[in-house]
């Protein structure tokens, strides 16, 4: 299976967060910011990373090497922002890793590993029964053009892409060598599963820190 492909980071957190009530990136996770935390995982495996936010978005203090990228039009859905990031990628990586900004506990080994099962695919998606985590997947910068389409014929969501490319799904029992309980995988859409994942990962809220407003 491929591992020595030029990989890349696509986190998306432009959405309106409104089960939570306030935004999922600036949720105070331990000493940073949820945001700050995905990040920094991520920064163990690629320096190409990319954050798509809707316009005006505050975002915290990330290293210098990120990319801001500014949805066009706001909550246009994840597939838009999977474009957008493509299209920053696209001439620096042949491939990646797609992620929510809402998952502190994801893991750089389940992000490799997920870019391992990529192989020869277009595709790299974990799936469970008939549920699908196209927020947690690998995808070729090449389909940019293909996700534009899409967008154009009035898709939102990656799942049209993932059915119209070659696609490798990969159980999501094959992924807890790395990742026993699969915490990569568990987001927080409410303030109950927000207060669960602090307990997991045994740390408690920040007080309110001050940065600089929209990059």
Do not use: W
Request: with cysteine; charged share 25%; hydrophobic share 40%.
């Amino acid at each position: 299976m491929t591992t020595s492909i030029e990989i890349g980071a696509i986190v998306l957190c432009g959405g309106k967060s409104s089960r939570m009530g306030q935004p999922k990136h600036l949720l105070p996770f331990g000493n940073e910011f949820v945001l700050q935390r995905v990040v920094r995982e991520l920064s163990g495996i690629t320096t190409k990373i990319v954050i798509v936010a809707a316009p005006d978005q505050e975002i915290p203090p990330l290293p210098v090497e990120c990319q801001l990228v500014r949805d066009e039009v706001t909550y246009q859905g994840p597939l838009s922002g999977l474009m957008y990031g493509m299209q920053a990628l696209e001439n620096d990586v042949e491939a990646a890793y797609l992620s929510g900004c809402d998952v502190p506990l994801l893991k750089s080994e389940f992000v490799k590993e997920m870019v391992r099962h990529l192989d020869t695919a277009e595709i790299a998606v974990p799936f469970e029964e008939k549920f699908l985590h196209p927020l947690a997947s690998v995808y070729r910068t090449s389909l940019r053009t293909r996700a534009e389409e899409l967008i154009a014929a009035g898709e939102r969501r990656p799942r049209q892409l993932i059915e119209s490319s070659t696609t490798h799904y990969v159980p999501c029992e094959d992924l807890r060598g790395v990742d026993q309980n699969l915490d990569s995988l568990r987001n927080m859409n409410t303030p109950e599963a927000y207060a669960e994942l602090l307990e997991i990962a045994g740390v408690s809220e920040i007080t309110e820190r001050r940065f600089p407003h929209p990059q």
